[in-house]
Structure formats: structure tokens, C-alpha cells
């Protein structure tokens, strides 16, 4: 059980000219980092029962119908702008979701970090392929101090038209063959070029 | 040794020199002559018993009289182009380096810069900015939001309640940039969106420009009684990481937008499924 307050706290702490600003002395700079990050990581737990309550409401009662993993749990990545995530990097296999914040539609540019230069496919929720691109991680992002990650690659498709304060989640999975029926992708929409 | 063209000539096209800079860009029906650079000023270091003396610290912002200099003056340039973003990937330095973005669907550009850690082995403070350069004609005029809600007019060497007299010509002019910075004539108007609060400012027509990383080697005697002098992993300096996004020519409502787009940026969450087949997550 998550606490929300944490991160409450935490941004009601960061009101301070301080915070805004960048005046406080170094040792407060790490505090302020150190309770923010608690307060996301409090978060996380929050999210992560919401999505299970609402992906998988039903499924997780009845024995005839799988569920989600449940030893996993959804995380967030915030080392994301430096290119490293290690759900993105260890698993052949996961999901993301995508949570839009504003009262509009929006599309946004996801940008996994990967480590090789493989078939990615990326499913939306009715199964159909997106359009993906590989791009390769710029030496400079590779090279900052602290930054522990393999990710040589980008990979890049577009969360087109989430829904106003709403979420849509896709299917990553590196070279996924699907059971049962073939879905009818359109063939000039499925491109991949490294 | 060739101009490098992102996009297409429908919605948006840049041209960058052989270095990475941007040279031009075309946004829909309007061409502006856009250049880029990267720079630093000096922080100015003393004793700080005078006004005179004053250092460059956290609380201000106090370069030497000095131009400030480039930094971005040679690069090591990579161009990948796809379906979805076409990028060129510039490496100036150890410590400078940018990626330009054009995503298919977008009318903006994306600048994303990594500066740092600031070297300090010469004893002397940094103040990183970045410059950009067009032709049009801003007479003295910008605009800065105001904690990301109203558009405020700043006018150069000008406040609007008092004659003014500036006796630093560069801080004096400096202002909050919280989500955006723009500048505008007759016909054309060019904005930069940033992620995050910067200073900047319209030091000459046609310029913008905003300072994305600093380090100091003074305290300012405002109260903070230490220097801003970062050091992260390992005990060297801190590495900033962040992006610009730079319209033209648009309707302003595409820039108050993207401004929303950027600032309150979707989130995303990952969920590892060893497991789980797509039918079966479906």
C-alpha cells in the first residue's frame, strides 16, 4: 500500500524559493532529491494496484482465465532521459503504458532503451502492429558519469491519440509470434529501419 | 563536409552546416534563417566586499564584461533517418554535445542538449547557453511567460515603471523562462519551449538565448554561503540533460500546446511479462 502523501509533501516541500531556484546549499540539494524520490517510489505502488485493478479486475479470481504476473510489478523508469530502464533492457517481453495527463488527446513519442539491434514488435490493445523505428543511443548520452546501462539502441514508435486523462497500454515483445489467428496488418504500415 | 537536411518541404525542413548547427529551417509556408551555437560565459569571481567585487554565484548571475565563447565550434556528426524521427547526433566535445530531433507528424524541432561536467581545471566558473540566431527583425522585444501562465512583453534596457540604467547590459536583461521564450515580427515568430525553468533573454534582435547549465567557484555572499558547484557520480561535476523545442511561424494556440504537451509530459510504466502472452494480457 502506497502513501500518497509522500509525494504530496514532497511538492508542497519543493515550493520553496530554494528548490525552484537552485539556492540551497548542496547538502539540502540531495535531501530534496533524496524525499522526491521517495515520495515517486511511494507512487509507484499506488499506480501499479491501480493497473491491476483495472487491467486484470476479473481474471485474477477465476482459474480458467490467466492474469497478470503477478510477481511483477509496474515500475516507472526515471533515468529514461539518460536512456537507461532495466524493465526495457532485461525483459524480452513487457508493457507500457502510457498515461496521458491533459484534458486533450495527445501523441507521444516513446523511446525505449534496448540493448540489442533486434526485431521489436509492438502491439496496441486491439493487436495491431505499430510502427517502429531503432535508433542508435549518441555516444555522449553513453558516456555520462553514473549511467549503468547496456542500451545501445532507442526503440521509437508513437503512442498515437491517447485518450484525455486516460492511458493506453502496448504489447513490446522481441521477436513475439502470436497464437491462434493472424491479425491483418496493413503492409505498407509495418516498417522498421535501424 | 555537407549541409545535412532533416524533413520534407510540406511541413517542416532544416538545414544544419557540416558541424550539426542549424543553418535554416522552413516551418509550412515560412522560411527563417536560424543559426545555433553553444557558449559560456565567464562567472565573475571576487571578494565580494564591493558591488564591484561581486561574485557570480547561486543567487545571480554575473558574467565578465567578456563575449562570451563557443564552444560548439567543430562537431563529430551522425545523421540516422526513419519511418518515425529523423536525428542528427553531434558530439562537440567531452563535455558539449546535442541531438537534433524532427519527428515525422510534428511541426517543431527538438534540440536535446548534454553539457557537462563543466571543466574547472582552469579555475574559472562556466555559465553554459545556448544561442539561437534568425533574421527576424525583434526590435529590442521578447516575450517570457510568467510561471507558465501569462505571456509577459520585455522590452531591452527598458523597465516599464522606472527610467533604467543598466550597468550589466547581459544579467540586466536576463529573465525566467519557465516554459517559453519568443520573439516576432510582421511577418514571422520563433519560439523556444523548454523543459524545464531557465534564464534567458533576447540579447540582440533576432536572438534568443538560455542558459542551461552553470558552475561556480565562488559563493555570492547572498546567504547561501557555498559555491554552485555540483559534482555527482564519482565526484565530478553534475551532467545536465534536457531539451528545446523550437516553432515557427505557427498559430500561437501550437505553441501554448506543445507548451502543455511538454510541461505536463505523458508518464509511462513498464510491466515486465515473462509470462504472459500477448492473447492472454489482452
Known amino acids: 500500500r502506497g502513501d500518497l502523501n509522500a509525494l504530496r509533501s514532497a511538492m508542497g516541500v519543493m515550493q520553496h524559493h530554494d528548490a525552484i531556484t537552485g539556492t540551497e546549499k548542496q547538502l539540502v540539494a540531495f535531501d530534496y532529491a533524496r524525499i522526491l524520490s521517495q515520495g515517486m517510489a511511494e507512487c509507484e505502488i499506488v499506480v501499479d494496484a491501480a493497473l491491476r485493478k483495472i487491467i486484470a479486475p476479473k481474471t485474477a479470481d477465476t482459474e480458467d482465465q490467466p492474469k497478470l504476473d503477478d510477481e511483477f510489478k509496474t515500475v516507472t523508469c526515471p533515468l529514461l532521459n539518460v536512456s537507461q530502464c532495466a524493465t526495457t533492457e532485461e525483459n524480452k517481453s513487457f508493457v507500457v503504458t502510457v498515461y496521458n495527463p491533459l484534458s486533450k488527446p495527445v501523441t507521444h513519442y516513446v523511446r525505449l532503451p534496448v540493448i540489442d539491434n533486434a526485431n521489436y514488435t509492438v502491439l496496441c490493445p486491439m493487436g495491431k502492429k505499430q510502427v517502429t523505428q531503432l535508433v542508435p543511443i549518441s555516444d555522449a548520452v553513453k558516456r555520462i558519469p553514473g549511467r549503468a546501462s547496456k542500451a545501445e539502441f532507442e526503440l521509437v514508435f508513437r503512442a498515437k491519440n491517447l485518450p484525455p486523462l486516460g492511458f493506453r497500454s502496448y504489447y513490446v515483445s522481441q521477436d513475439a509470434k502470436l497464437d491462434g489467428e493472424e491479425h491483418d496488418y496493413t503492409g505498407g504500415q509495418v516498417r522498421r529501419e535501424p | 563536409a555537407e549541409n545535412i537536411v532533416l524533413g520534407d518541404h510540406m511541413s517542416l525542413s ?3 552546416n557540416e558541424n550539426g548547427e542549424l543553418s535554416s529551417a522552413t516551418f509550412g509556408e515560412k522560411t527563417i534563417k536560424l543559426s545555433q551555437g553553444i557558449y559560456y560565459y565567464s562567472g565573475a569571481a571576487g571578494n565580494n566586499e564591493e558591488f564591484k567585487n561581486r561574485s557570480s554565484g547561486a543567487y545571480i548571475f554575473r558574467p565578465t564584461p567578456a563575449q562570451p565563447i563557443l564552444l560548439s565550434a567543430k562537431g563529430e556528426v551522425k545523421q540516422y533517418k526513419g519511418p518515425i524521427v529523423e536525428e542528427v547526433q553531434v558530439i562537440y566535445s567531452n563535455w558539449v554535445s546535442q541531438t537534433i530531433r524532427r519527428y ?3 511541426e517543431y524541432v527538438e534540440v536535446n542538449w548534454i553539457v557537462g561536467p563543466i571543466p574547472i581545471d582552469d579555475n574559472v566558473g562556466k555559465e553554459i547557453i545556448i544561442r539561437y540566431e534568425s533574421d527576424i527583425k525583434s526590435n529590442g522585444v521578447f516575450y517570457t511567460d510568467s510561471n507558465g501562465r501569462e505571456t509577459l512583453k520585455r522590452v531591452r534596457d527598458f ?9 550589466e547590459k547581459i544579467s540586466g536583461n536576463y529573465y525566467p523562462v519557465t516554459s517559453r521564450i519568443s520573439i516576432k515580427d510582421e511577418k514571422n515568430q520563433f519560439s ?20 542551461v547549465h552553470r558552475r561556480l567557484l565562488h559563493d555570492d555572499a547572498f546567504g547561501v554561503g557555498e559555491a554552485l558547484n555540483e559534482t555527482a557520480y564519482g565526484g565530478v561535476g ?16 501550437t505553441d501554448k500546446f506543445l507548451a502543455h504537451r511538454k510541461l505536463m509530459d505523458s508518464w509511462m510504466f513498464f510491466t515486465p511479462t515473462p509470462t504472459t502472452t500477448f492473447q492472454q494480457w489482452q
Open chain 2, 238 to 253: 553534475l551532467v545536465a540533460v534536457g531539451s528545446h523545442y523550437l516553432t515557427a511561424g505557427g498559430r500561437p494556440a
Open chain 2, 104 to 106: 515525422t507528424d510534428e
Open chain 2, 14 to 16: 532544416l538545414t544544419l
Open chain 2, 192 to 211: 523556444v519551449l523548454t523543459d524545464r525553468a531557465q534564464g534567458g533573454s533576447s540579447l540582440n534582435d533576432g536572438q534568443i538565448e538560455l542558459m
Open chain 2, 159 to 167: 523597465r516599464p515603471t522606472w527610467k533604467l540604467e543598466l550597468a
